[in-house]
């Protein structure tokens, strides 16, 4: 069973820079696709950024030359390098994972592909 871990929120101030961690655990399959979403109070769970195990990357509009998403296999890790934060990145944000057999043509930012998730880890953003 996979199991998620994020860490690396944190309060900063709008500009500022965060690194988010997630560390995956029971791995069992080849590849997988991995995600980050985000949930403010009142809003939907978004998603931010995907990659698959065959090297695809997708990001939303919102965070497009803000945000990178990578991989660490061998460390089974997944990062979200947050920079230039504004306010409205305030959030819970999540790690997802689901197992995949072929590549996306693009890696899917929506919540109900994803079959795994973490517990969150909360960013406050102030300006």
């Known amino acids: 069973q996979v199991q998620l871990a994020e860490s690396g929120g944190d309060s900063v101030q709008a500009g500022g820079s965060l690194r988010l961690s997630c560390v995956a655990s029971?791995?069992?399959?080849?590849?997988?696709?991995m995600g980050w979403f985000r949930e403010a109070p009142g809003k939907g769970r978004m998603g931010v950024a995907a990659?698959?195990?065959?090297?695809?990357?997708a990001y939303a509009d919102s965070v497009k030359g803000r945000f990178t998403v990578s991989t660490n296999f061998a460390e089974h890790t997944l990062y979200l390098q947050m920079n230039r934060l504004k306010d409205k990145d305030s959030a819970l944000y999540y790690c997802?994972?689901?197992?995949?057999?072929?590549?996306?043509?693009?890696?899917?930012?929506?919540?109900?592909?994803?079959?795994?998730w973490g517990h969150g880890t909360q960013v406050t953003v102030s300006s």
């Open positions: 997802a994972a689901k197992a995949i057999e072929r590549p996306y043509i693009q890696p899917p930012l929506g919540a109900d592909v994803y079959d795994t």
């Open positions: 990659i698959d195990g065959f090297g695809g990357i």
């Open positions: 029971g791995l069992s399959h080849s590849r997988y696709l």
